[in-house]
């Protein structure tokens, strides 16, 4: 059984897209946290829905993974979209324990965000990233693991670079399509220059673009 959990800081703009897309056949959870906004109220339309007072992405990510009853637990950005295809390869997979994710595409057309994308995929394939706004790994290698709470940026990459230590990678050829709202409303130069930034020197702030 797969169960997903999105975590989702008022993402009303945003959640009922991406769960529409969810086939009802799977367990959904979404963990509000913090939130101001009229995401709860959405959320409960379409999946189990809790609500924590912290706004912590990570806390809210393994809040959600503790409730869940599949053994195998997919981690979905609230403005992610998922399809059947990336479902379907990730119920196949064999191993016993495993962490992964899958490629990306943006939800516009233009050819800088089309650029992007494949340039991050490419990064993907060569394991040095580990995020497409979903990563998946089977429960057992999560209770071992779990996210990082102290961290607010970076804690996908933390949790697979340790989860790695008990199970196997995975990269799968298919695409979640991701949205470009970061990118639209600080620049398509301005973003990828505070990731190289953070290379050199780890700042505190994240900007928050709602």
Request: charged letters at 30%.
């Amino acid at each position: 059984m797969i169960s997903i959990v999105i975590p989702a800081y008022n993402e009303a703009k945003y959640i009922e897209k991406t769960l529409k897309q969810i086939p009802k056949n799977l367990e959904i959870i979404v963990v509000c946290d913090g939130c101001t906004d009229d995401t709860e109220k959405i959320a409960k339309k379409y999946a189990k829905t809790f609500v924590i007072k912290e706004k912590n992405v990570s806390l809210a990510r393994n809040y959600g993974a503790s409730k869940a009853k599949g053994d195998k637990i997919i981690f979905l950005d609230a403005d992610t979209l998922i399809n059947n295809n990336v479902l379907g390869k990730i119920a196949k997979i064999k191993s016993k324990s495993f962490v992964g994710t899958c490629k990306v595409k943006p939800d516009n057309n233009k050819l800088i965000a089309r650029f992007y994308t494949f340039i991050k995929n490419i990064v993907g394939m060569l394991g040095i990233h580990n995020s497409s706004g979903m990563v998946f790994c089977t429960k057992d290698v999560f209770e071992k693991v779990k996210f990082n709470e102290n961290l607010i940026k970076h804690e996908n990459q933390n949790f697979t670079k340790r989860a790695r230590k008990y199970a196997k990678r995975y990269f799968l050829n298919c695409y979640v399509t991701t949205s470009m709202r970061r990118f639209e409303r600080l620049g398509y130069v301005n973003v990828p220059l505070y990731w190289i930034k953070e290379i050199f020197h780890k700042g505190k702030d994240y900007p928050i673009v709602r």
